[in-house]
């Protein structure tokens, strides 16, 4: 296979009429502009074979453009007790650890009752920008005053949703006295999207009513677009744990608790601290957004927001010792996930995924999500709370490392095995383990 990464070869990224090949034939163009040998088609194409899980027809639908599909290892997490029920959890992921941190947390929780989650009515926000308004607040009040008939008005665009108890249920307007390019307001539908996740019945909404925002305020419509905050459907979290489940060999309960509590203290205050220990969280709620087929960046946008809604960076989680030496742990945050519409209903994957979970609503699937968070937020701080975060990530990186290094077999066994014994995991050290067998 040619080496790509050192060469001089010229990239030609002009490729006329690209969309209307076939996957086979863009695929060829793309290694034809690109220099590659044609042995690096297999590696971009992945396996259609009869019993492929998304099949080339499939993936060609999904998306523009397309070449191949791009595989990443699923995983299940064990042990999961929420709310009274039993899950075998889903997670879609490529970082050594994660699934192994989620289940031993699961495990340590389910003794002392598991995760108790409640979460808000699947609410989101479409966002109307109006600009060229000289009276803001004559224009707000002609808006507020026609709250019926807006709401009216985009309930007729979806009868499907309305008729499954959803629809738009209410009318705010926010005024901006001064922005970058003038005073501006912006009109917010409050949509009940039932089990969707609802992008594109809020879209619609907005879009259908823009004529009519126009000329009661007498401004221009600009943006018509729902919001990724989706403050309004959130999920919340909790935990109790005795000190006593937190012993191990080498440290006390009460010293493990309070050292977590410490960590999460940290996370409260300093906005460097607390966007690593809201990666641990989407390290558990990411996973299951991609095995479910939903859409992540949408998750992500929406944590980091509510995450700095004070006007400062903080965690989203807190940890606490309560009077009777319980360690607490809580979690709040939006999370707009669907069981219809989109992936999740064309990747056979996603599917699979739901049936596993027997999620049964949007809302129950969104507080599995965030349990899982929470439980990987948990079994990072018991890491750096007791013997560091690199331990036991290490060892499970070691294969890996060992794979990197032309491992195949059973050797990656041998060899990861090795490394992790000798407390030196890097790919000099594997590469001479694999000379020596």
């Known amino acids: 296979m ?12 002009r490729i006329e009429n690209f969309r209307h090949f076939s996957p086979a034939e863009r695929l060829a163009k793309t290694l034809q502009h690109a220099g590659l040998e044609a042995s690096y088609g297999a590696l971009f194409n992945g396996s259609d074979s009869a019993d492929a899980a998304l099949s080339m027809t499939v ?16 995983g299940i997490a064990t042990n999961f007790l929420i709310n009274g029920t039993d899950y075998l959890i889903p997670m879609v992921v ?10 031993h947390m699961a495990k340590i929780v389910r003794g002392c009752g598991g995760f108790v989650m ?25 808006l507020l005053a026609a709250s019926a008939e807006l709401i009216e008005l985009a309930n007729r665009r979806d009868k499907v949703l309305l008729a499954l108890g959803g629809g738009c249920q209410q009318i705010e307007v926010h005024l901006f006295e001064s922005s970058a390019v003038g005073p501006m307001l912006v009109l917010h539908l409050l949509v009940d999207v039932r089990d969707a996740m609802g992008a594109n019945a809020v879209n619609s909404m907005a879009e259908t009513i823009a004529p009519l925002v126009e000329e009661l305020s007498g401004g221009a419509v600009r943006l018509r677009i729902l919001s990724n905050l989706a403050d309004r459907r959130l999920v919340r979290g909790k935990v109790r744990i005795p000190a006593s489940a937190l012993t191990n060999e080498q440290f006390d309960g009460a010293e493990v608790a309070q050292g977590i509590v410490e960590a999460g203290a940290l996370a409260m205050i300093d906005p460097y601290r607390a966007a690593t220990h809201n990666k641990g969280i989407m390290n558990g709620i990411d996973p299951i957004v991609i095995a479910t087929g939903n859409d992540w960046r949408a998750i992500e946008a929406g944590a980091h927001a509510w995450a700095a809604m004070s006007g400062r960076y903080k965690a989203l989680s807190n940890w606490e010792i309560d009077p009777q030496g319980f360690l607490i742990g ?19 994957t996603a599917q699979a995924s739901l049936a596993l979970m027997n999620i049964q609503s949007a809302r129950e699937l969104a507080e599995v999500t965030v349990a899982v968070g929470l439980a990987q937020n948990l079994a990072a701080l018991k890491a750096l709370a007791t013997e560091g975060i690199q331990k036991g990530h290490m060892a499970l990186h070691a294969r890996n490392v060992a794979i990197a290094a032309g491992a195949s077999g059973a050797n990656i066994e041998v060899v990861s095995k090795a490394m992790v014994s000798e407390g030196n995991i890097n790919m000099e050290r594997a590469e001479a383990l694999l000379a020596v067998l």
């Not at 993936?59 to 699923?74: C, D, S, T, Y």
């Not at 490529?94 to 289940?103: C, D, F, R, T, Y």
Request: aromatic share 2%; hydrophobic share 40%.
């Open 330 to 348: 809580t979690i709040e945050l939006p999370m707009a996930l669907g069981i219809v519409g989109g992936a999740t209903k064309t990747h056979p």
């Open 59 to 74: 993936a060609n639908a999904m998306i523009e453009n397309v070449v191949g599909k791009f595989e990443l290892p699923l």
């Open 118 to 142: 409640d979460s808000d009515l699947p609410i989101m926000r479409g966002q109307v920008q109006v600009l060229g308004i000289t009276d803001l607040q004559g224009a707000k009040q002609r």
């Open 94 to 103: 490529e970082e050594p650890s994660v699934v192994a941190a989620a289940s």
């Open 2 to 13: 040619a080496e790509c990464n050192k060469s001089t070869k010229v990239i030609n990224s």
